[in-house]
């Protein structure tokens, strides 16, 4: 038996069991990281994340070409067992875990770069909660979204934010709340590595003081729905400006079940970006006897 020190946390309610490896000696089975998430027999959470040294693991090796600097790696893992390339929410919650831990020295704790699946991304440290650059996004492909509680498949677009996303817009409030998430929505075509799929209405004013607001539901790839999904908010956001077209703001605050998120889109040498910025809470460790 292997004893696990964990740390629970959270962003917007989207929770994670982390724990620290540094060497990359603690490599966990799907079914470990099933019985960690698992909220009866487990811990409880939607996903898993080592903090892992960059160096330790190829595919963080590999990261610390592109930019030596990213020396911890969050080794992301969904509920299900299946490895993830980016969390939004995740990556919050790891920052703060990681200076909460004392694994990074002071003067990286205003910007952090932290390597992941979908390559390096900045982490910054604010008053209000923390903001990470998500990087380059890219418009995927047209799917027809089935869900339980929906009439008829509606149009989904395809958002890639280093992790796939499928966003479809409703008509108004009281479709997105009948929608029956306990059973997973279905797209047309299936994408081979799955997607993330995201339902979305505007609010009433669309836009207030320059920020478009908007209200999401989700369904995770390799979870179920969650309270939220931080690419998600950012993948419903620039769906909405797409169909928007030209006029569409570039600050956005997403209500999502657990709070609310703000994406906001700017541009940078390399094209635009796209940033996430929330909460991020760290609520209790423990230690657990892994099977
Ligand atoms: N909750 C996350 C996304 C986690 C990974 C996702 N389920 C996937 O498989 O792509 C977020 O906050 O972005």
Redo the contacts with the bound molecule.
Sequence with gaps: MTTLSFTKGH?TG?DFVLFTDPQGELTLSPEQIRFLCDRRFGVGA??VIRAVRSRAIPEGAAILEEEPEAEWFMD?W?ADGTP???????IRVYAHYLVSEGLVTPERRDTLPIGTRAGVKDVLAGVSGYTVDLGRWRLAEERLVAAYGLDVARPGLGIDLG??HVVTALAHVGELESLDLHRAPTLDPAPAEGA?VEFVVPEEPLVKDGVARIRMRVY????GE?L?????TAAAALAFRHWGGDGMPNHWSVEVPGGRLAVRMFPTEEGEHVSLNGPAELVYSGEIELP
């Design positions: 962003g989207n939607d996903g992301y969904n993830a390339e980016m969390c939004g929410n995740g992790n796939p993330n995770e790839r390799g979870v969650t939220s999904c931080g690419t998600g």
